[in-house]
């Protein structure tokens, strides 16, 4: 399991000039069943991603193609978690991650 942050850089005012983008690249991690939840870091300050179903090396490669990451208006940042006790409704993350 993995949490993506995505905080804003310097390059922050050409966000609206790619979010149509960006938006299709989260819509496709969320079809691919690997984005679980998408949010806005508050006080919009950036995004955050929490993922899973997918190695750190595939992860790291797909956030490289989010095209806020491309064109520098957000810096990335990806921890990894390995869950040890979750609540019954989130079970199928203690699952192994693949290889």
């Known amino acids: 399991m993995f949490i993506v942050t995505l905080r804003f850089s310097h390059n922050r005012g050409l966000a609206a000039q790619h979010m ?44 490289a193609q989010d095209p ?3 064109e520098g208006i957000v810096a990335a940042e990806i921890l990894e978690i390995a869950p040890s006790l979750t609540d019954a409704r989130l079970a199928f993350l203690k699952a192994e991650a693949p290889a």
């Open 20 to 63: 149509d983008a960006h938006k299709a690249w989260i819509r496709r991690g969320v079809e691919d069943g690997v984005f679980l939840l998408v949010g806005s870091l508050q006080p919009n300050s950036g995004g955050a991603i929490i993922a899973h179903n997918i190695s750190l090396p595939s992860l790291r490669e797909c956030v």
């Open 68 to 70: 806020f990451v491309i």
